[in-house]
């Protein structure tokens, strides 16, 4: 049984708290497949099994609290502490080219970090810490990426609530840029269904 399936397979049986802890230490920089849990979240609440705002919260709540955790790691020890969690983490090849990226692109890359490039996200957490990215925007422009980043997956599992683990097969066998892509097209024909359902809705 993979990793996945293992995750899975506890999320069923012990629900929210797997999905905050998973989202949590996901954001940290533990490879696991915080997304794949959004996605069966998003269907058990369309199944009923569970409530929506409490997967949106829990999701975003988990998220945002490893990010900051990251953050606050790189700017209290400094180069030397990033440097030794990145190597640990296996991330200590991407930390010079995303603290350059970082310095760049600034609060929409860390954003887009977020949700369309989610392995970039733990690395650029310490960078941004290191670097002294000013506190507040890092928060703003975390929170909003990862709401995006929760309301995309869970809206995923709800329309394919029906067909959950052959969205999660496919996602599986996708690079992680393809993935967030995909997620986020599937996101955006959600919502224009429900714009042009509101639309016939207020005709006369």
């Given at each position: 049984?993979?990793?996945?399936?293992?995750?899975?397979?506890?999320?069923?049986?012990?629900?929210?708290?797997?999905?905050?802890?998973?989202?949590?230490?996901?954001?940290?920089?533990?490879?696991?497949?915080?997304?794949?849990?959004?996605?069966?979240?998003?269907?058990?609440?369309?199944?009923?099994?569970?409530?929506?705002?409490?997967?949106?919260?829990?999701?975003?709540?988990?998220?945002?609290?490893?990010?900051?955790?990251?953050?606050?790691?790189?700017?209290?020890?400094?180069?030397?502490?990033?440097?030794?969690?990145?190597?640990?983490?296996?991330?200590?090849?991407?930390?010079?080219?995303?603290?350059?990226?970082?310095?760049?692109?600034?609060?929409?890359?860390?954003?887009?970090?977020?949700?369309?490039i989610p392995q970039a996200g733990p690395?650029?957490?310490?960078?941004?810490?290191?670097?002294?990215?000013?506190?507040?925007?890092?928060?703003?422009?975390?929170?909003?990426?990862?709401?995006?980043?929760?309301?995309?997956?869970?809206?995923?599992?709800?329309?394919?609530?029906?067909?959950?683990?052959?969205?999660?097969?496919?996602?599986?066998?996708?690079?992680?840029?393809?993935?967030?892509?995909?997620?986020?097209?599937?996101?955006?024909?959600?919502?224009?269904?429900?714009?042009?359902?509101?639309?016939?809705?207020?005709?006369?």
């Amino acid at each position: 049984m993979s990793l996945t399936d293992q995750l899975l397979a506890a999320f069923s049986l012990y629900g929210l708290p797997v999905l905050f802890a998973t989202s949590l230490v996901s954001a940290v920089g533990v490879p696991l497949p915080g997304s794949f849990v959004l996605i069966a979240a998003g269907a058990f609440s369309e199944q009923g099994q569970m409530s929506l705002w409490l997967v949106i919260g829990l999701g975003l709540i988990g998220a945002v609290l490893g990010d900051q955790l990251g953050y606050l790691l790189g700017r209290w020890g400094g180069r030397g502490l990033a440097i030794r969690l990145a190597t640990w983490l296996h991330m200590r090849q991407r930390l010079d080219s995303i603290e350059a990226s970082t310095e760049k692109w600034g609060g929409p890359g860390v954003f887009l970090s977020r949700w369309l490039i989610p392995q970039a996200g733990p690395p650029l957490n310490l960078v941004c810490g290191m670097i002294s990215f000013p506190y507040l925007r890092f928060l703003v422009w975390d929170v909003a990426g990862e709401l995006t980043w929760v309301l995309i997956y869970t809206v995923a599992g709800i329309v394919f609530s029906e067909n959950v683990q052959s969205l999660l097969t496919l996602l599986g066998s996708l690079g992680w840029a393809a993935v967030g892509l995909l997620a986020a097209a599937l996101f955006g024909w959600q919502l224009w269904r429900l714009w042009r359902k509101s639309s016939r809705q207020s005709k006369p």
